[in-house]
């Protein structure tokens, strides 16, 4: 059972954080929404604007948790902590480590929430959003590596248009090299559906390249065989950092059994496996703030004070994890390494306040 100290603090902190998460969610939707209107034209228009911020707007949110937590964090505990509601607890009795335990509380209900954000919902919600903002931009260019992915299976390097959420393919272009790097043949087709069990191509131009003569061949439908599943296609489509745990986890050993590098997908996986880490990590960092070194300034030099936290932690996150595959160490290093710092000073300025 929770007591009303319990019930108390968890709905300051609560409330605090949601309101931060709102505020710098809003921000960061209108100044997102004003970057996307610069591809606005007659083919993507203000309503599939719309629809397109909607969709990735999970995403955003769920990378903003733990920024929201810290700075929510330190605005909760700095209202208590201004209305010495704090010192009052101290005074009867309320230890440091309970304390401690009572903020992390909000937390760990972010941490499940974000968790089913991140893996359920917005995944689904990316991947929609991308498919039709690709096929609106892409009917604006006559270049098919402007937008969609690139795949490569051995000799071959597949370019794919968009996605559309049932699993079609559209503007497949497929080059095949041969073991001297030299092109064999170019094929085009239209679309591609995946049809009891394997893919067929429609509206199919291929250009065969020989020593002595090119030729072109146009067919309405062809077989096609490719180790990818309509399964591992949706996750192609979308950048590692907007794929959920598990797909990041089946990628990979999609790609390590194609050799291709995986340190991205790695760095991806590991920093939406970690970042329950990271929110506690801030969370603790929060709490030091409070009894810390910020134990008499005003609110407002206290959300400055996070904010400027907050930006270093994610500019250390953003640095580390490329830094990663440059020299070599590995993405779990460079993921852990922000909170790690976070934990330890934030241990270390509650262990010297008590």
């Known amino acids: 059972m929770f007591s009303i100290i319990d019930r108390y603090l968890f709905k300051q902190l609560i409330g605090a954080i949601f309101i931060v998460l709102l505020v710098i969610g809003g921000l ?8 996307e209107l610069e591809d606005v034209s007659t083919h993507y228009t203000l309503p599939q604007i719309s629809l397109y911020m909607l969709g990735i707007l999970p995403r955003r949110i769920y990378e903003l948790l733990p920024f929201c937590c810290l700075i929510g964090c330190l605005m909760g505990l700095g209202s208590l902590a201004s209305s010495h509601e704090l010192t009052a607890l101290r005074s009867a009795g309320l230890s440091m480590a309970r304390l401690i335990r009572l903020v992390i509380q909000p937390g760990l209900v972010l941490v499940i929430g974000g968790f089913i954000l991140g893996e359920f919902i917005a995944p689904v919600m990316e991947k929609n959003a991308q498919s039709q903002r690709a096929i609106a931009l892409g009917k604006m260019t006559n270049t098919a590596n402007q937008y969609g992915f690139w795949q490569r299976e051995g000799g071959q390097f597949l370019h794919v248009l968009a996605v559309q959420p049932n699993g079609e393919l559209n503007q497949i272009t497929r080059y095949q090299l041969n073991q001297s790097l030299q092109m064999e043949s170019i094929s085009v087709a239209e679309t591609a559906r995946y049809e009891n069990g394997q893919w067929t191509l429609y509206d199919v131009a291929t250009t065969n390249f020989s020593r002595t003569q090119v030729s072109h061949q146009q067919r309405e439908s062809q077989p096609w065989k490719t180790e990818l599943t309509p399964d591992t296609v949706s996750l192609v489509i979308m950048d590692p ?42 969370i603790v960092l929060g709490i030091s703030f409070v009894f810390g070194p910020l134990r008499e300034v005003n609110i407002g030099l206290r959300i400055l004070s996070g904010v400027i936290t907050g930006l270093i932690f994610m500019i250390a996150q953003n640095l580390l994890g490329p830094a990663s595959g440059v020299f070599g160490f590995p993405p779990l290093i460079a993921v852990l390494i922000p909170p790690a710092l976070a934990l330890i000073i934030g241990l270390r300025v509650l262990k010297r306040a008590r």
């Not at 960061?28 to 970057?35: E, G, I, S, Y």
């Not at 907007?242 to 050993?253: E, F, K, M, N, V």
């Not at 590098?261 to 920093?271: G, I, K, P, V």
């Open 28 to 35: 960061d939707f209108v100044f997102a929404f004003l970057a």
């Open 241 to 282: 950092d907007r794929l959920s745990i598990s797909a990041l986890y089946r990628y990979t050993q999609y790609l390590e059994q194609q050799g291709v590098n995986t340190s991205e997908y790695d760095l991806a996986f590991w920093t939406k496996t970690l970042q329950p880490v990271s929110i506690i990590a801030l």
